[in-house]
T-cell receptor
Framework: AQTVTQSQPEMSVQEAETVTLSCTYD???????LFWYKQPPSRQMILVIR??????QNATENRFSVNFQKAAKSFSLKISDSQLGDAAMYFC???????????????FGKGTKLSVKP | DAGVIQSPRHEVTEMGQEVTLRCKPI?????LFWYRQTMMRGLELLIY????????DSGMPEDRFSAKMPNASFSTLKIQPSEPRDSAVYFC?????????FGPGTRLLVL
């Protein structure tokens, strides 16, 4: 079974600085997808970024980028120029690349709570 | 697109009452998921549907929980009878392929 581990329960960053959130996963599959979701105090789950395992290029969305190391099964999220609105819980998630049977669900890590200091 | 719509946003009820949570997925999406989030257990997948058919309901805690998807535009999650330990935020999410988009959630409090 696949697992997702976020080893940092809490992180803190100064406004305008850069922070990296860690995520590792375990799988025997070669085709899969990885995601980072953000959950601010409003509780809304917001998609931040996604990565296809077959793509070597790291995904980037504005100030958010990932460092995807497939061999190491590592998928970290880098937030540049941190803003107060980035304060939230961040969840790393895995999805199988298979579409049959019960493969469709996301497997979540336990989350990292990010605080941004003004 | 309006995104995934959930109702109600907040629900307070008494133990033993029936609770029905509703979800409208994004148009064109063929997967629909129900999750529950608590401080103790984090995010849990309860059930998901593909083309209105339940695919995996192994996360449904017990017979008090039931979910239906009568058509591509609507799903319900029902708890009968409700108990205080059911208090949580319930999320609905939908996807067309691999990327899930979440609704705002329903915050349920069972007294």
């Amino acid at each position: 079974a696949q697992t997702v581990t976020q080893s940092q329960p809490e992180m803190s960053v100064q406004e305008a600085e850069t922070v990296t959130l860690s995520c590792t996963y375990d799988t025997s599959e070669s085709d899969y997808y990885l995601f980072w979701y953000k959950q601010p105090p409003s509780r809304q789950m917001i998609l931040v970024i996604r990565q296809e395992a077959y793509k070597q290029q790291n995904a980037t969305e504005n100030r958010f980028s990932v460092n995807f190391q497939k061999a190491a099964k590592s998928f970290s999220l880098k937030i540049s120029d941190s803003q107060l609105g980035d304060a939230a819980m961040y969840f790393c998630a895995y999805r199988s690349g298979n579409y049959g049977g019960s493969q469709g669900n996301l497997i979540f890590g336990k989350g990292t709570k990010l605080s941004v200091k003004p | 697109d309006a995104g995934v719509i959930q109702s109600p946003r907040h629900e307070v009820t008494e133990m033993g009452q029936e609770v029905t949570l509703r979800c409208k997925p994004i148009s064109g999406h063929d997967y629909l998921f129900w999750y529950r989030q608590t401080m103790m257990r984090g995010l849990e997948l309860l059930i998901y549907f593909n083309n209105n058919v339940p695919i995996d309901d192994s996360g449904m805690p017990e017979d008090r929980f039931s979910a239906k998807m009568p058509n591509a535009s609507f799903s319900t999650l029902k708890i009968q009878p409700s108990e205080p330990r059911d208090s949580a935020v319930y999320f609905c999410a939908s996807s067309r392929r691999e990327t899930q988009y979440f609704g705002p959630g329903t915050r349920l409090l069972v007294l």
